[in-house]
């Protein structure tokens, strides 16, 4: 990570796209529960994350060791790791690359791979996707089920994802081969992936991430993030 010139810290993907001619970086922020709001050190009001399983918690401060992991995999993908009982929000934009002029994109798909809710332990994993125009996920799912929540803003919806059988580990996936390793994805996989679409005009979204159960600094997991995904039409074997 690196703080940029307003002194916010942030992760940022160098290069991920272009967009009329223009290099796109992708960057990552955190910013308060279910907020768009910068990230500023000490201030609670806008907290980056929080133990939903402690009561004790008050501070709600952030804290890098229980909070979030955000990395880069390889072939574009990221990966969020949280530990169990945690909650982080996040604001992916898109900024020219090199500097912090927000991009205005003609629409934008975000997919996160991997929601899980395994038969040992209590973490459940999901995922709120703010301000979008629709999510998918794949046809015949019993899997995942999706909450629709109004905005205020005509068209808008917050969609909350969460796994709602639980059942083994979603099975891991090499995803170094890229986008062909779509055409790999078993059944169980395919239903543990959800996309959400933007509209157009997108320059940031924000997501929120949370892990179910009680805190537990032992025991963490991790979902993968990306654009687009084998759901969409053109896109299932790469």
């Excluded at 910013?31 to 609670?44: K, L």
């Excluded at 973490?123 to 929540?149: C, D, H, P, S, W």
Aim: charged share 20%; glycine share 14%; with cysteine.
């Amino acid at each position: 990570g690196s703080t940029n010139a307003t002194g916010t810290k942030e992760l940022r993907y160098i290069a991920v796209g272009s967009h009329a001619g223009q290099s796109i970086d992708m960057v990552m922020t955190f910013v308060g529960h279910g907020q768009s709001a910068t990230y500023t050190s000490g201030e609670t009001s806008h907290s980056s994350c929080g133990q939903t399983g402690s009561a004790s918690d008050t501070s709600k401060q952030w804290d890098e060791g229980k909070c979030g992991d955000p990395s880069l995999c390889s072939n574009g993908l990221g990966r969020m790791r949280l530990y169990e009982g945690t909650y982080v929000t996040t604001e992916i934009s898109f900024q020219e690359t090199g500097t912090n002029t927000l991009v205005s994109l003609p629409g934008f798909y975000l997919s996160v791979y991997d929601l899980n809710w395994p038969d040992k332990g209590p973490r459940k994993e999901m995922v709120t996707f703010r301000n979008a125009v629709q999510v998918i996920t794949n046809v015949g799912n019993t899997y995942l089920n999706t909450t629709e929540i109004a905005t205020g803003t005509d068209g808008l919806f917050d969609y909350f994802v969460e796994p709602i059988k639980r059942g083994p580990e979603v099975p891991n996936v090499n995803f170094e081969p890229g986008r062909e390793s779509w055409a790999t994805l078993d059944r169980t996989q395919m239903d543990a992936i959800v996309t959400a679409r933007y509209p157009a005009g997108t320059s940031s979204v924000v997501v929120d991430w949370e892990f179910g159960g009680p805190w537990d600094g032992r025991k963490a997991g991790s979902v993968w993030f990306g654009g687009a995904s084998p759901l969409l039409n053109g896109c299932e074997n790469g």
